[in-house]
């Protein structure tokens, strides 16, 4: 796992070391640097030590020195396409390092190389014979990278803050980052909050012509098998052995490291089944880490997380915090988000703990977008719940339209509709802005999905997966050193459920049946019988009590008016209907702080 940066059109070595030294928290093991400076080209990274941890040294160069490589991140499947390659005559320096196969297949396939991975990756691979820079990112996001072109320059890496320091980079916010941001608490890529850095997209790919300094993005995969399901025809006993078979493969690969690897171990289904299949194949006991709050049972993990560690005899560690203070540390989670993000914060201090005591944590992120995401899509399936939902939001917006303009996007999950953002942001901050209900809608379209299950799956795999759950998954790890796996997202694993129907992969009722079916024998029957219960802040609670005088200070009359964005009267009036207790609005007044108090601390403007 490592941190990469890098540019090309302009010569500064110093300015390079700076970028590689401002993500030092996700490599503290190694560094290293590559300057090509007749063609001006830079690369560097940022390790931490996992593969092949002598001669892993990046950036690395073929045997040639033709082709240059920067890394993050952990490629599954390696050791089959090294065995793949040295059959076919290629030759290895390195023992087993992920970051040569990757060396070696592009010198065979070239940019087809990417057919091939499985795993969490975002390279930048510097070919001298082209005279281009080509890169991607892994299928479902977990590994970032940031970019910027400007005067005739191109940079990259794969935090915020590095693009940031090169000199002339602007720090301009971006109007339509912060509309998606209102309605989704998190960016969608390719924006970021400042209007002229980028993030690619998960399942991209770019190629940077050099001489000619343009830059081309492709999406090289998608996350749909088709109208026509591959496992159609799978009897329920079939079924069963898929899921099984296919989770426990993905395990086996993920568990790949020279390091030990633990476990983050809530009292979920996801991440128990995780630490049950790593334990049947880890000949000591693996660690795992559950995160508990003394004061607050609706965020304990620890009573179910202790049964699955039990019965597995399991390594176990216990977090116990008192649930606001988790708040203690909020400005260091919001400095190491990099942008501005208002979902979950918890796994800070699993994280937190785990630093110095392992390097690689097993998470059970994807499994809720996999086996169906809290029934997102049951309003578009189910008349009477569709009825509801459009009433809600009759009642809330007072207005019908947003369901006649575009129905599907009206009936996705929104924490800020686009009625109430026009309410809510001063007039200059809503020009050329496409709707977040639009986008929905596009993504929508752009699926050709076969059912709304498969529609909404979709969806949440281009948003709410890699600009929220993994955006935090990854700062949060990095920021303590720590490399976070989530099987669930092993590409075969992930191609094989979705080649299910969603009718098939998907229960009515219970969300994950076939998921518990395959695995029940894995799991303790208290957690078979447990209700999902997400992992929900007391957000309500805190906006009244410790966080309110944040609340009226950073929403207040005044700072909104300083601040320029937001219409002070919209504002107000959404904080006084919160805190005076008429209103339940804790998620949406969430939101405008944590933006708050992202733009506080960033400087930005």
């Known amino acids: 796992m490592c941190g990469i940066v890098g540019f090309a059109g302009m010569q500064d070595h110093a300015l390079l070391a700076a970028m590689n030294d401002e993500q030092r928290h996700r490599g503290p093991d190694d560094a290293g640097v590559y300057h090509d400076d007749r063609l001006q080209v830079s690369l560097a990274m940022r390790r931490l030590s996992i593969q092949d941890i002598e001669g892993g040294h990046q950036p690395m160069a073929n045997a040639d020195r033709s082709l240059w490589i920067v890394f993050n991140g952990e490629i599954m499947n390696a050791p089959a396409l090294r065995r793949e390659l040295e059959a076919s005559g290629h030759r290895f320096v390195t023992n087993h390092s992920d970051t040569e196969v990757l060396l070696h297949l592009y010198e065979r396939d070239g940019e087809r190389m990417l057919e091939r991975l499985n795993g969490m990756f975002a390279f930048v691979l510097y070919d001298r014979r082209r005279g281009v820079l080509f890169g991607a990112r892994d299928q479902f996001g977990i590994k970032p990278l940031y970019y910027t072109l400007d005067r005739g320059r191109f940079i990259f890496a794969s935090e915020l803050k590095s ?11 971006s109007s339509q980052a912060l509309s998606h941001y209102l309605s989704f608490q998190c960016i969608p890529a390719p924006h970021t909050i400042y209007r002229d850095i980028h993030k690619l ?12 300094r343009e830059l081309r993005t492709e999406r090289y995969w998608w996350a749909s098998p088709g109208v026509q399901p591959a496992h159609s025809s799978l009897a329920a006993d079939e079924l069963r052995r898929l899921v099984r078979s296919e989770l426990e493969g993905a395990v086996d690969r993920w568990m790949l490291s020279d390091v030990p690897v633990a476990c983050s171990l809530s009292g979920g289904i996801d991440s128990s089944v995780i630490a049950a299949i790593m334990a049947t194949r880890s000949a000591t006991p693996i660690a795992t880490y559950s995160l508990g ?29 008192r649930s606001d203070q988790l708040l203690d540390d909020l400005p260091l989670m919001v400095d190491s988000l990099d942008e501005p993000y208002a979902g979950g914060l918890p796994s800070w201090f699993v994280f937190k703990r785990m630093a110095g005591e392992v390097k690689v944590c097993m998470t059970g992120t994807g499994g809720d977008e996999i086996f169906g995401n809290y029934g997102k899509w ?4 189910s008349p009477w719940r569709r009825l509801r939902a459009t009433a809600g939001l009759a009642r809330r917006l007072g207005s019908l339209r947003p369901m006649m303009r575009h129905p599907r996007g009206a009936l996705y999950s929104l924490y800020f509709r686009e009625a109430e953002k026009v309410e809510l942001l001063v007039p200059q901050w ?15 379209s752009e699926a050709n999905p076969a059912t709304a299950r498969d529609a909404v799956r979709l969806i949440d795999l281009q948003v709410q997966l890699p600009d929220e759950f993994l955006h935090m998954t990854d700062r949060f790890s990095m920021a303590h050193s720590i490399e976070a796996r989530p099987p669930f997202l092993d590409r075969t694993f992930a191609e094989q459920l979705m080649a299910v129907p969603a009718h098939e992969r998907v229960g009515v009722r219970r969300l994950k049946q076939v998921l518990l079916d395959a695995v029940q024998d894995l799991l303790p029957p208290e957690l078979l019988a447990a209700p999902k219960k997400g992992f929900v802040l007391p957000v309500a609670r805190w906006l009244r009590g410790r966080l309110r005088s944040q609340v009226e200070h950073f929403l207040g009359e005044r700072h909104i008016d300083a601040q320029g964005i937001f219409r002070a009267d919209a504002v ?34």
Do not use: N
Not at 203 to 211: D, G, I, K, P, V
Not at 378 to 381: K, L
């Open 378 to 381: 049951r309003p578009y399936e």
């Open 293 to 321: 709050f003394e004061d607050a049972p609706e965020l304990d993990e620890r009573p179910l997380a202790r049964l699955v560690s039990e019965r597995w005899k399991t390594d176990h560690r216990e977090i116990v915090l």
């Open 430 to 444: 809503q020009q050329a802005c496409t709707s977040s209900e639009l986008l929905v809608e596009q993504l929508w």
């Open 201 to 212: 997209p998960a399942a991209h790919s770019f190629t940077y012509a050099l001489e000619r």
């Open 163 to 173: 693009v940031q320091l090169a000199p002339g980079v602007s720090g301009a916010l």
């Open 572 to 605: 107000t009036k959404l904080r006084e209907a919160h805190l005076s207790g008429r209103e339940d609005r804790s998620w949406q007044i969430w939101t405008l702080l944590m933006f708050q108090l992202w733009q506080e601390q960033a400087g930005a403007g």
